[in-house]
């Protein structure tokens, strides 16, 4: 066992250390270096966290490296994301003049099974170990195609809102950067390719200096293809999304060959949408992989509504002119058989079946004409209760701005607001005392919801419901608005609390709180004998791991003041 530790001066200022036994089997090699598994240590608490440690090869180029840089960078903490910790960089002197850098990137250790193995059968992983998880998916995926893509794209799209929201588009989505796990997960991986916004520029190009294209063909959508980069936006991630649909439902891509004539497809070819049985999931499919940006859906909270209002809808049976055609060749096959000596009776018999297959037409028209008539008045109840549902809908989305949703079948759109955007109005409402406590029916009617993203309303909620005065200024003040309309129960507050880190183990600030609490005891958890401090020092403690990923000050410094009392 040769166990080193990997600390650089950024980590030191955080204490924080990496271990990794280099003795050890690597879980993988690749193309950029060899991945350990290893330990994060936060060295004033004591807390430790298995991670993936990639060891960077010394040769490679610069560009290779900033990627790598760029790709730790990218730390957002969702259940369908893999989260990164960072990019770290050693400096090892090996004389007055010459000092050899050697770099690191540290992320969450996933165990599981990349989904375009598991598309193949594959439900095992590297070592041969059984993941339940991807046994059940695969199950599905062979006896309910509909139901596995609609699960699977609705976890995608989960992850993609999230990487949105934080300004970053990943540019290389396909199966094979999807990770089915052990723990139940379906997490977006790998952000070698991912951007920044507000970073995207002409000089970032998608092309080497060979001319190669950067990515994979078979996903990407056409500005990728062009390498139009400052046209490259959310909807470049939504059409890849659309693509992946399209092969979930059909068992392949809609476009196969050589990578350059899949990209010329990509600019110029139809997507093969009759392949897809489905009517409403041809709908969607088309609308996210359209050729303009404009036509695509334009967020992937829109994209995500559209699916979750799919039913499973069953392979369309033939149409009315191929039964008249079957009966067309019946005709003809009885005149064949009877041949001339009966040629009157067979004309007897053409008549009969040409005069009823008539009659049959002109009813089959008369019923699809009432079928049409039915299936529109239908359309208009159905889209006046969507939009009425839309109305009172909440999405689950931490974007403090409206996001507009398309009905996957009529193409109508309405604007419907984010819980990040009504956790605004909420606090908005509550600054005014005169408006106070329609702000907090709003906040409780957000923290009802129980999203991630709802969780900051949930959180103020509780906040707002604990007994005595607040160390916030501004919180002090809502809670004087609200004086005789708020019940101030501890009790409440605590319950609360719980829920929002039972919803995100890493929401460090309840973290925080509920280590007050069974600090104060009684007063705070409403239970008698409730005082625990070492309950309370683990709480203090989990907080700080979290305020420390986030590099929030303010409770770093909460929570160290209260564990360095505690110990």
Known sequence: MSII??????????????????????????????????????????????????????????????????????????????EMFGFIQIDEVVSPTVVHQHYHVVSELLHGVVLCDLLKGKTTDNNGVDIPFAQELYNQYVTDRCGFALLVIKNILSGIMALHDKGYIHRDLDPSNIMITSD????????????????????????????????????????????????????????????????????????EGATHEVLEMQLHHKMPLQQVPQKEIRKIIAKATAKKQKDRYQSAAEFRVAVEQISKISMPSATEQEKF??????????????????????????????????????IADNKEKQQAELERIETEKRIAAWEAEMNNTILDSSVPSGQRVTDSISGHTVMVKTAGQLTLEAFTL??????????????????????????????????????????????????????????????????????????????????????????????????????????????????????????DNEYISKCSRRIEALQ
């Open 5 to 82: 530790c990997i600390q650089s001066i950024n980590e030191k200022k955080n204490h924080i250390r990496y271990e990794v036994d280099t003795d050890s089997q690597p879980l993988g090699v690749g193309g950029m270096g060899s991945v350990y598994r290893g330990k994060r240590i936060q060295e004033k608490t004591g807390v430790c966290v298995d991670v993936a440690i990639k060891f960077l090869f010394d040769d490679l180029p610069a560009h290779v490296i900033e990627r790598a840089r760029r790709e730790a960078s990218i730390q957002i903490h969702n259940e369908n994301l893999v």
């Open 184 to 255: 139940r997960k379906i997490k977006i991986i790998d952000y070698g390719i991912a951007k920044q916004l507000s970073t995207l520029t002409t000089q970032d190009q998608q092309l080497t200096t060979a001319g190669q294209f950067m990515g994979k063909a078979t996903y990407a959508s056409p500005e990728l293809v062009v390498g139009d980069v400052v046209h490259q936006n959310e909807t470049t991630d939504i059409y890849a999304i659309g693509i992946m649909l399209f092969q979930f439902i059909v068992g392949h891509v809609p476009f």
């Open 325 to 362: 055609g079957n009966i067309i060749e019946t005709v003809q096959a009885i005149v064949g058989k009877m041949g001339q000596k009966n040629v009157w009776a067979a004309v007897f018999i053409v008549v009969v079946l040409i005069g009823g297959s008539i009659t049959w037409k002109i």
């Open 430 to 551: 509550l600054s005014d005392s005169g408006k106070a406590v329609d702000g907090l029916n709003l906040l409780e009617k957000v923290a009802q919801k129980g999203y991630r993203s709802s969780l900051d309303a949930a959180y103020l909620v509780a906040r707002l419901h604990y007994p005595g005065e607040d160390s916030s200024d501004s919180i002090q003040q809502i809670k004087n608005y609200l004086s005789e309309t708020l019940k101030k129960d501890g009790k409440d507050a605590h319950q609360m609390m719980s829920r929002i880190v039972k919803t995100d183990s890493t929401y460090y600030k309840a973290l925080y709180e509920l280590g007050c609490d069974f600090l104060a005891g009684e007063i705070r958890t409403g239970k008698a004998d409730s005082r625990d401090l070492p309950k309370a020092l683990e709480y203090f403690k989990r907080g700080l791991t979290f305020a420390t990923q986030a590099n």
